[in-house]
């Protein structure tokens, strides 16, 4: 396709620059030696020869536009001149300066990505060779005596011929790979910076799905509670004051929480840089955070409790958080979706295999809702867990009814927080 374009625009200025340079230096000398060869007797041999010369010059110029077709009409045209060139003509004309225009067109086919005229332009070349190499033997055979010095003379011309021919299509051929391991350089260079592009597009999407997971996470549960304890003061005033105090109160307690968590987050976010570990940059609620959390999410209608079976142990700040975070937005989905009463279990089992998080709801007719529109919620909490190298289940319970969300986490320190050691 780079090769018709090129046609079609036609021989670029350096092209017809070479050319001119070669018609200016070779041309004048094959002029000069024709017609003093040919003298007046041999005018129209001159005058053949020479305009087979000014062709041959004129192609000079599309040597690369059309390697395949310039070569072989190069090679035509050397060949009429080895025809002009036999017994009996003035002179040998295949042997004049401008022959030497040639060996460009050899090299410009060595140097194209046309496999043909690459091998046509060896081929033709060192065929080219031997016809004048016979010629030169025939238009002066030889004596008796001086028949060693004559051969001699002629090897030595058919060496040069050839030696010629394949220095060109050598220097052609080492142009081509040249040009072809610069490309494929350039090629590889583009493709990994397209890599690293991707990369960085992928960083960016993975940063700000952390951002909107966090956000989601501190906010969401917030405004639910928040939400829940309003709604039971709006239903609690005139009827029960001092309950309405309170859920106003809670109302009040959670949004400076929420305000707290948002500060950190933020802070978070601000000081955060390329090549930090995520985890720590992310606010730090952990296990301990856990007993002020189900407390914060209980309101008129809603209880909650925690139980921790085993020994705790310490882990990682990423393992707590993670189980802050699922407990968080577990409670967070059973005030969305299941309407009051409701019972919240949050139950925290130690073991030799890690720490297992379950929490399980009451929350009647929920299930459908839950299942029908995951959310970015479930999707947050399995994002957490399995970053952590943990494992996440949720749906509907089969004990009884209601929804278990299931998380276990790894405890030991082996592997840290974001894969880095």
Do not use: C
Request: glycine share 10%; proline share 5%.
């Amino acid at each position: 396709m780079k090769d018709a374009t090129t046609a079609r625009r036609g021989p670029s200025r350096a092209d017809l620059a070479w050319a001119a340079v070669a018609a200016a230096a070779l041309l004048p000398i094959t002029v000069a030696e024709v017609l003093r060869v040919a003298g007046p007797a041999g005018a129209v041999w001159a005058g053949s020869v020479l305009a087979l010369f000014a062709l041959l010059h004129l192609f000079v110029a599309l040597r690369r536009q059309w390697p395949r077709a310039a070569i072989a009409v190069a090679s035509a045209l050397m060949l009429v001149l080895a025809a002009l060139s036999l017994p009996g003509m003035p002179g040998l004309a295949v042997l004049q300066a401008s022959s030497l225009v040639y060996l460009a067109f050899v090299y410009a086919a060595a140097a194209s990505d046309d496999r043909v005229a690459g091998v046509a332009g060896l081929a033709l070349g060192l065929a080219g060779a031997g016809i004048i190499t016979g010629i030169v033997f025939l238009s002066d055979r030889p004596d008796d005596e001086a028949m060693g010095a004559s051969t001699g003379a002629v090897l030595a011309l058919a060496g040069s011929l050839a030696g010629g021919i394949g220095a060109a299509w050598a220097l052609g051929r080492y142009r081509r790979e040249t040009l072809r391991k610069r490309a494929a350089q350039e090629l590889a260079l583009a493709q990994a910076a397209e890599l690293r592009l991707q990369g960085e597009l992928r960083a960016v999407a993975e940063e700000r799905r952390r951002i909107a997971r966090e956000l989601h996470d501190v906010i969401a549960h917030s405004l639910a509670v928040m939400v829940a304890q309003a709604e039971a003061s709006r239903l609690l005033v005139g009827r029960d004051d001092e309950r309405a105090r309170g859920a106003i109160e809670h109302v009040v307690a959670t949004g400076r929480a929420a305000m707290g968590d948002m500060r950190g987050l933020l802070g978070a976010l601000a000081e955060s840089s390329p090549g930090d570990d995520p985890t720590t940059r992310e606010p730090s609620p952990g296990l301990d955070a856990l007993p002020e959390l189900v407390e914060r999410s209980q309101s008129p209608g809603r209880t909650a409790d925690a139980v921790v079976v085993g020994v705790p142990a310490d882990v990682r700040p990423g393992v707590g958080l993670a189980a802050y975070r699922v407990v968080q937005e577990s409670l967070t989905n059973t005030i969305r979706h299941a309407p009051p009463p409701t019972h919240s279990r949050v139950r925290i089992e130690w073991d030799a295999a890690g720490l297992t998080v379950t929490v399980d709801d009451d929350g009647r007719d929920a299930a459908a809702a839950r299942e029908s529109a995951p959310g970015r919620g479930l999707r947050g909490m399995r994002d957490r867990v399995e970053q952590v190298g943990g494992g996440f289940e949720a749906g509907p319970r089969t004990d009884a009814p209601g929804w278990r969300v299931v998380a276990r986490l790894p405890v030991g320190s082996e592997v840290d927080d974001g894969g880095s050691r």
